[in-house]
């Protein structure tokens, strides 16, 4: 505090001395941080960096800066990312004189997604009638049903009965809209998953629904019975799972070995109703909550693969035994442990996402069996489950689902919604794509992954092109400089850019990369490819000093 006051401090250091302090420091020496960032004193990049290390100190130790935190209204206001930091920040520290403008924009049109969550999130900490006013607002029959399931889940949290009374108004009027924020605050809160069963039992939803809700439960890994037994009820696929006798699973084994297909098996282990990526990775690519599967044919037999399917908390390894905590607020968080200290537990959830929970909020906690859900099996039928196994059996062993050694690229990313400049214009120039694609928010992307063999299939792509064309986008991180290759199965009706420099549209460039994270980002249109997908690799040049890895992961 002292060299910092001191104003002697050079730029390049302030940030780490402001990170320290936040880490370590008291109310009064937070305060002090807080009143740079709302006097400007702090500016930039520096502001930012200083906003998320106070929020991280409320996330590890339940640190308020002291003084007056009627500040963060003016820092609300402020452009992206700023205003997101704050919004959390007023949901945190719990600051009532923010209430008005979160309702603002929790209600706004123009709001976007991840800033209109962040409010409702904020309000629902701040709590009190004008909160629970707010999301009963959000959950009328004039907003959209993605809106209205928000508020309704919203509500969990403030009024539990309203909050299932609104969602089962929502539930049963139409079938448009995600429900999962809906299913996720009622798994989330203690008590509620059975009182919304008991409420699912006495009213009528579509089958459709129920296996949305059914799906969301098992890709977090829960199977609570009562809601289950609802849920399964309600989707016709009711009737207790019946455990396999021994000469049943011997011959289920048998079916396996003899009968299964590994291609229809990808196919099925790559379906959305399944999420078994939203977990596992293959060849590098995919969810990093559950073990890489890319070796397991070669070190697992096949009955052992079979059993973790269909028992999955049988025999749960010991990196990946989930816990399940209970804050004193009466929230589950149910995940792997990532890290823990005597100020806080940090749990890693179904989604990947990384949740801090100080120690003081801990009210009860427990292990949690498998994050792989008992009963995912009910959404194959018996030849489905056979083929997924064969598929799993041969991961790892040479030929096509060998462990891949070449770099290809596995994880890409794909635009949502593909700018209007970037679809009309042949040739943009390169301040034009750098502003509306490399510079895009990550919430314009969304991860599509390759099959073990490398192939991106179009036909899983197809309803996501706009006006038939893709955007997708790989990157690569150099750690030497030197002269890097790309070499594609096809370039037919495809433009491709390394970073925003663009390359001839043939089967194989070369071009120079510095250090650090480059992006690679092609534009395919579909109309007119009659192929199946595309299969992309970055090569390493004969004489080029270059290394570098492709990035994989979620």
């Not at 807080?34 to 290390?53: A, H, P």
């Not at 009562?226 to 455990?243: N, V």
């Not at 040479?398 to 994880?411: D, E, F, W």
Request: charged content about 25%; overall charge negative; hydrophobic content about 40%.
């Amino acid at each position: 505090m002292k060299l910092l006051k001191s104003g002697r401090i050079p730029a390049q250091r302030q940030g780490t001395i402001i990170e320290l302090i936040c880490r370590k420091g008291n109310q009064d020496d937070l305060g002090y941080i807080w009143e740079q960032i709302i006097t400007d004193k702090l500016k930039g990049e520096m502001k930012e960096k200083s906003l998320l290390s106070l929020k991280e100190s409320f996330q590890n130790r339940k640190i308020v800066p002291a003084g007056s935190l009627n500040g963060i209204a003016a820092l609300i206001d402020q452009k992206p990312p700023l205003n997101q930091t704050a919004v959390e920040l007023a949901g945190l520290w719990k600051v009532p004189s923010a209430a008005e403008q979160l309702q603002e924009l929790a209600l706004s049109k123009t709001t976007n997604n991840k800033l209109r969550i962040a409010a409702i999130d904020a309000l629902v900490s701040i709590g009190g009638p004008e909160s629970i006013k707010a999301m009963q607002e959000l959950t009328r029959d004039h907003s959209p049903n993605e809106i209205r399931y928000l508020g309704a889940a919203a509500l969990v949290s403030l009024d539990l009965n309203q909050a299932i009374d609104a969602g089962l108004k929502i539930l049963t009027s139409n079938e448009s809209g995600d429900p999962t924020p809906l299913i996720a605050a009622i798994l989330d809160k203690q008590g509620a998953a059975d009182q919304f069963a008991s409420a699912i039992n006495s009213q009528k939803i579509s089958e459709d629904v129920a296996k949305k809700l059914l799906r969301y439960m098992y890709s977090v890994g829960r199977s609570d019975k009562s809601l289950s037994d609802a849920l399964s009820k309600a989707a016709g696929m009711a009737g207790a799972e019946k455990k396999l006798t021994e000469s049943e699973f011997k011959q289920l084994v048998v079916d396996v070995i003899s009968k299964g297909d590994p291609e229809r098996g990808e196919k099925i282990f790559r379906r959305s109703d399944l999420s078994c990526m939203k977990c596992h990775a293959v060849s590098k690519a995919g969810g990093e909550v559950g073990p890489d599967l890319s070796p397991i044919g070669a070190s697992s037999p096949v009955d052992y693969l079979l059993r973790s399917i269909l028992y999955p908390n049988q025999a749960v390894k010991e990196a990946y035994q989930t816990y399940m905590i209970i804050t004193s607020e009466g929230t589950i968080v149910r995940g792997i442990i990532v890290d823990r200290n005597e100020e806080r537990i940090i749990l890693k959830d179904a989604n990947g996402k990384q949740i801090v929970i100080p120690v003081d909020d801990i009210d009860d906690e427990a292990e949690g069996g498998s994050l792989m859900p008992q009963g995912l099996t009910k959404f194959l039928t018996r030849d489905e489950l056979v083929d997924i196994v064969k598929y799993l059996s041969v991961l790892g062993k040479p030929g096509s689902y060998a462990v891949r050694s070449k770099p290809t690229i596995q994880r890409w990313l794909l635009m949502k919604n593909i700018p209007e400049l970037i679809l009309s214009n042949e040739h943009p120039d390169e301040e034009l794509f750098e502003e509306h694609v490399l510079r895009a928010s990550g919430t314009e992307w969304t991860p599509q992954y390759a099959m073990a063999a490398g192939l991106l299939p179009f036909e899983e792509l197809n309803s996501l092109a706009t006006n038939s064309k893709l955007l997708l986008q790989a990157e690569i991180n150099v750690t030497e400089s030197g002269s890097v290759g790309f070499r594609i199965n096809s370039a037919a009706d495809t433009k491709i850019w390394i970073d925003a420099h663009a390359l001839e549209s043939k089967l194989e460039n070369q071009f120079p990369l510095e250090k650090g994270l480059h992006k690679l980002t092609l534009l395919v249109d579909l109309e007119n490819r009659n192929d199946r997908g595309i299969q992309a690799e970055f090569f390493k040049p004969a004489d080029s000093k270059a290394s570098f890895t492709v990035v994989g992961g979620k």
